[in-house]
């Protein structure tokens, strides 16, 4: 396991079946924890799109759609940063050669660029248990201009 992952002692965590309407479970949880911590609208917008990408791949791609199986999702707050960490039941999945999806001859494809926008919008990016877990930081403090 990465740093980020080892040392997690949750402020909150959620845990809920791998159905695709428990989306909105993760989106309140989010809410609730950048509203209680004051995260800066200038990170909010890139928690919400990196967790639901995460969230929605645990949901989809690890679990398989499978309510049997559940789908955890939960954050600490540290120093000036929050940590995500999502974590399905699935078997995970080669993290570290995934298609690139600015490949012109991947552009078109529905599917591919979840990874890519967490890796694009986290501080730091984490993956364990074969990639069936995602830990992610995001700054609390406003950008610098």
């Keep these: 396991m990465g ?4 040392e997690l002692e ?19 949880l989010i809410d609730e924890a950048c509203t209680k911590y004051n995260v800066h609208e200038s990170h909010y917008g890139e ?16 679990n398989a759609l499978d309510p ?4 955890t ?7 000036d940063r929050i940590i ?9 999945f080669d993290f570290e050669h995934l298609p690139d999806p600015t490949d012109p001859q ?17 501080k730091s990016v984490e993956f364990s ?6 830990t992610m930081a995001f700054g609390l403090k406003p950008v610098q201009e």
């Excluded at 049997?68 to 789908?71: A, D, G, I, P, Y």
Aim: aromatic letters at 6%; hydrophobic letters at 45%; zero cysteines.
């Design 73 to 79: 999702l939960g954050y600490e707050v540290k120093d």
């Design 68 to 71: 049997s199986k559940t789908v």
């Design 3 to 6: 740093a980020l992952t080892e």
């Design 10 to 28: 949750f402020t909150q965590r959620i845990d809920f079946p791998a159905k695709a309407e428990n989306i909105a479970l993760a989106e309140k």
């Design 106 to 122: 991947n552009i078109e494809k529905p599917h591919g660029r979840g990874v890519f926008l967490m890796r694009a919008l986290a």
């Design 129 to 134: 248990d074969n990639g069936a877990t995602v």
């Design 47 to 62: 928690i919400l799109i990196a967790l639901t990408e995460a969230v929605n791949n645990a949901i989809h791609h690890g």
């Design 84 to 92: 995500f960490m999502v974590q399905d039941q699935g078997p995970g």
